[in-house]
């Protein structure tokens, strides 16, 4: 038996709020006694308010994006919303987080937030290449509901593990993925059975990207959202 201390250290904005799984309480550093396999989970509150850019493909928010905007919202965070055709890299200054909506037009878009200094989160297939996410291309698998988390331990994995049973709007079940072979980005989780056909994928702060070259201050993810 081995006697293991955690400590939970917030990001800027944040404090610690409680552990999970393993490790219970709001004790910071807290330590258990580890004899087999453990699985301990910091979460975090926001105390200060962080204000996103939106990105839609019309700010008369559909049901998904108005979804998306209201659990924001709920959780504390100040958001704005832009069109596509209307949104400019400029939008971004002063944000904390730049959320791009599988709404939009990709060739609206395009290469607007590649290089800014804001995280940026991207579920928009179309625009991984613009953001400079994948350097594989990207394809589609028909007939899927499982995604497959290959990387459980990372705070994006949000505690989830194993095969994870996707419930899909109007039943749909194509998966579209993108490939990254890169030794630099991180694997969340992909297509049942595959660990390249990624859904769930990032790329840390001051990490390089895709394309081998390009370096921005915020992280990125790309993100599988139907």
Do not use: C
Request: proline fraction near 2%; avoid cysteine.
């Amino acid at each position: 038996n081995t006697e293991v201390v955690f400590t939970a250290n917030p990001a800027t904005g944040y404090d610690f709020n409680y552990w999970s799984s393993d490790a219970s309480g709001t004790v910071n550093p807290t330590s258990i006694v580890i004899n087999s396999e453990t699985d301990v989970n910091a979460y975090f509150e926001i105390t200060s308010p962080q204000d996103i850019l939106f990105v839609v493909g019309n700010t008369s928010l559909n049901s998904g994006d108005l979804a998306v905007y209201n659990r924001l919202i709920d959780a504390g965070y100040t958001v704005s919303t832009v069109d596509d055709s209307a949104s400019s890299t400029s939008d971004a200054n002063g944000k904390d987080l730049v959320i791009i909506s599988s709404t939009v037009n990709s060739n609206q878009v395009g290469n607007k937030f590649t290089h800014v200094d804001q995280p940026v989160l991207n579920w928009e297939e179309a625009l991984h290449d613009n953001l400079l996410l994948e350097d594989d291309g990207h394809g589609k698998d028909n007939n899927e509901d499982i995604v497959s988390i290959i990387n459980s331990g990372h705070s994006m994995a949000a505690g989830l593990s194993g095969d994870v049973a996707v419930i899909l709007n109007n039943n749909e079940s194509n998966f579209t993925y993108a490939k990254a072979t890169n030794s630099r980005v991180i694997r969340i989780a992909a297509v049942d059975g595959s660990n390249d056909k990624l859904l769930i994928f990032g790329y840390e702060a001051n990490s390089t990207l895709a394309d081998g070259s390009t370096k921005v201050n915020g992280r990125r993810v790309g993100f599988f959202f139907t």
